[in-house]
Nanobody, 125 residues
Framework: QVQLVESGGGLVQAGGSLRLSCAAP????????MGWFRQAPGAEREFVAA???????AYADSVKGRFTVSRDNAKSIVYLQMNSLKPEDTAVYYC???????????????????WGQGTQVTVSS
């Protein structure tokens, strides 16, 4: 069983910034697309951002220009830098690993094999 470990959530004011981190086993990290999802109360889990092993990335329209995903291959950590935060960004954020090869970045939660426990991000107005 592969365990992903998330950290970095918290409470920030609108317009502020926060950086989330997710550590994965090296073998999983090196061979997987690493993604970020979020789930607000009463809502479905939705795609936020992801990065392929080769470094290309994709973002949900709602976060483009504000969020940046990055990978530290030496440390096997994926980050989500969140800037210009809005109250509607409030959610539990999850990191996930998609081990499928030869496919583009996927945005459906069910396509991902391993998940972190989630970290709460709350943005006040």
């Amino acid at each position: 069983q592969v365990q992903l470990v998330e950290s970095g959530g918290g409470l920030v004011q609108a317009g502020g910034s926060l950086r989330l981190s997710c550590a994965a086993p090296g073998h999983t990290f090196r061979s997987s697309t690493m993604g970020w999802f979020r789930q607000a109360p009463g809502a479905e889990r939705e795609f936020v951002a992801a990065m392929l092993t080769i470094g290309s990335s994709a973002y949900a329209d709602s976060v483009k220009g504000r969020f940046t995903v990055s990978r530290d291959n030496a440390k096997s950590i994926v980050y989500l830098q969140m800037n210009s935060l809005k109250p509607e960004d409030t959610a539990v954020y999850y990191c996930a690993a998609d081990s499928r090869r030869l496919v583009p970045i996927r945005t459906t939660p069910g396509d991902y094999d391993y998940w972190g426990q989630g970290t709460q991000v709350t943005v006040s107005s």
